[in-house]
């Protein structure tokens, strides 16, 4: 089965502390995405990656980090610096062959204790 | 930055009615993509029209496109409980090394038996 995976459903941290969420895809899809959902809002662009070893700050950057060191693979590590981090985190891939429809993973629930 | 603005903001029908939601945006476009979201889960891409089409259709989904007025319109016909979910449009906005999806601020569908 080809798709987005996001690990873990659900993460608890303790303030001051960084965490790593874990997106893989077997789509061999170029780009990847990282957005963020507060309750009742949209989706807000954290970082995105069109190429391995590229990737452009969002709207919201601040307080978060990713790395590109394989085309499957997008993590994202939310820093200590991030004021604000309790959010549902998605993940998503695309490829211009599809017109850039974007594929979600199911997403994870990250809050900050 | 939110582009896309969806009005209304929640939508209650009797299962069997159509239910219409609309999006509006700022600038111009290459595409515009509407998604659904299962409460808590990631979004699911629905359908996606170019900047040159004015009306699409898949199954029981009609979106329409106005360039002109900026914006678009997604038609649901025939609800049934389980189209019950939140629904985003998504413009695509492609220039330079920019290829990235900016949603708006999403439908909230309550389809009830």
């Known amino acids: 089965d080809g798709g987005i995976t996001q690990s873990p459903k659900y993460l608890f941290r303790k303030e001051g502390q960084n965490v790593t969420l874990s997106c893989e895809q077997n789509?061999?899809?170029?780009?990847m995405y990282w957005y963020r959902q507060d309750p009742g809002q949209g989706l807000r662009l954290i970082y995105y990656?069109?190429?391995?070893?590229?990737?452009q700050k969002g709207d919201i950057a601040e307080g978060y980090s990713v790395s590109r060191e394989k085309k499957e693979s997008f993590p994202l590590t939310v820093t200590s610096a991030q004021k604000n981090p309790t959010a549902f985190y998605l993940c998503?891939?695309?490829?211009?062959?599809?017109?850039?429809?974007?594929?979600f993973g199911p997403g994870t629930r990250l809050t900050v204790l | 930055s939110q582009q896309g603005e969806e009005d209304p903001q929640a939508l209650s029908i009797q299962e069997g009615e159509n239910a219409t939601m609309n999006c509006s945006y700022k600038t111009s476009i290459n595409n515009l993509q509407w998604y659904r979201q299962n409460s808590g889960r990631g979004l699911v891409h629905l359908i996606l029209i170019r900047s040159n089409e004015r009306e699409k259709h898949s199954g029981r989904l009609r979106v329409t496109l106005d360039t002109s007025k900026k914006s678009s319109s997604l038609l649901i016909t025939a609800s049934r409980a389980a189209d019950t979910a939140s629904y985003f449009c998504a413009t695509a906005v492609y220039g330079g090394a920019t290829n990235k999806l900016i949603f708006g601020t999403g439908t909230l569908l309550a389809v009830q038996p």
């Open positions: 789509l061999n899809h170029d780009a």
């Open positions: 990656s069109q190429i391995v070893n590229d990737f």
């Open positions: 998503a891939s695309s490829s211009r062959r599809r017109n850039n429809e974007q594929f």
